[in-house]
């Protein structure tokens, strides 16, 4: 991404809330950005990570001090697929350019489960029922805010299971971040 580009990308922070977890995307589900999701998901472009990340931060929430980032897994078939985890790499990409912050993937894939891509709003949250299981090895929280990390929010399930998977687990989800907003209301 040439820096025309970057400085040009539109950022319109738009607040959104998940199962009582206030979070944010900072652009609708543009042609843009949908260019610059797909080029890191599907083609492999991991260096536009860094500038994903430098597109957040600019006007990070004051209200979300020295936060620990946790990524969404991605189905076991698309890491098997890609070789790496796009919102881990986010949400490292994140956690160096927040001063204090730092991530733990908290979260792992229980099992195999279908693309999200092409399924309605009901078939989402089916699809996500149950997929996530919490991982809380050498991890110390020290009542730090957990944000979660992901790339896009369509329907909201994902957001929905990961924030249920970890309040299971006894943590709190502060808030979340997403690239896009792709439909949801």
């Known amino acids: 991404m040439c ?23 900072i652009s609708e589900y543009t042609p843009d950005a949908a260019v610059m999701i797909n080029s890191i998901k599907e083609k492999g472009l ?10 957040i931060v600019r006007d990070w929430p004051d209200g979300l001090p020295t936060p620990i980032f946790v990524p969404l ?10 070789g790496y985890s796009h919102t881990a790499l986010m949400a490292r990409a994140l956690a ?13 894939s229980s099992r195999s489960r279908k693309d999200q891509v092409g399924l309605d709003t009901h078939e989402r949250s089916e699809n996500l029922e149950g997929a996530f299981r919490i991982n809380l090895r050498r991890h110390r929280l020290a009542n730090r805010p957990i944000v979660l990390v992901d790339d896009v929010l369509t329907s909201g399930a994902s957001m929905a299971s990961a ?23």
Do not use: W
Request: aromatic share 6%; with cysteine; glycine share 8%.
């Open 46 to 55: 991991t260096s536009l990570i860094p500038i994903v990340a430098e597109l």
């Open 96 to 108: 160096r350019r927040v001063i204090g912050a730092s991530t733990f993937e908290l979260l792992r």
């Open 73 to 82: 897994p991605s189905s076991p078939a698309n890491m098997k697929k890609r």
């Open 3 to 25: 820096l025309n580009c970057k400085e040009g990308f539109p950022i319109s922070k738009i607040p959104i809330r998940v199962s009582g977890v206030s979070g944010f995307a």
């Open 163 to 185: 924030i249920q998977t970890l309040s299971l687990g006894g943590l709190v989800v502060s808030s979340f971040c997403v690239l896009a907003k792709a439909g949801f209301k």
